[in-house]
């Protein structure tokens, strides 16, 4: 796997994940990806509504794939330091795990319903 070669090599050139440049860089990657590839979805915002919109950006701002090739090509070509490409890969991985989840709870919320809980439905005639 590319992406493991990748994260053990970084440990043994001083590039670990939890080093502090990139623990610092993280949360701005993460903010980047979601401004980059989220921000478009705005565009749907008087069609799809605010919540749905904020769930379609949260949904396109995942990315994991993409981000491991290309901070190992970086990496292998030296126009990356490790402590970037560990900051870009780990940034990532958050949006993976987290942008989906946090999509999914906006989008099971009824719209019109703050509270948490779900809206009454009528009862069904017979």
Known sequence: ???T????GLCREGGCPWHDAALVRVPLFLLALLAVRGVP??????T??????????????????????????????????????A????AGLLSVL??????LALLRQPAGDRSGREAQQPPSRR
Do not use: K, W
């Open 5 to 8: 070669d990748l994260l053990n």
């Open 87 to 90: 900051a870009l890969v780990c």
């Open 48 to 85: 799809l509504g605010a919540r749905a919109t904020a769930a379609t950006a949260l949904l396109q701002a995942t990315s994991l794939p993409f981000i491991v090739t290309a901070t190992q090509i970086g990496v292998a070509t030296g126009l990356m330091t490790p402590v970037t490409a």
């Open 41 to 46: 979805a705005y565009l749907a915002v008087r």
């Open 98 to 103: 987290v942008f989906p989840v946090v999509a």
């Open 1 to 3: 796997m590319a992406g």
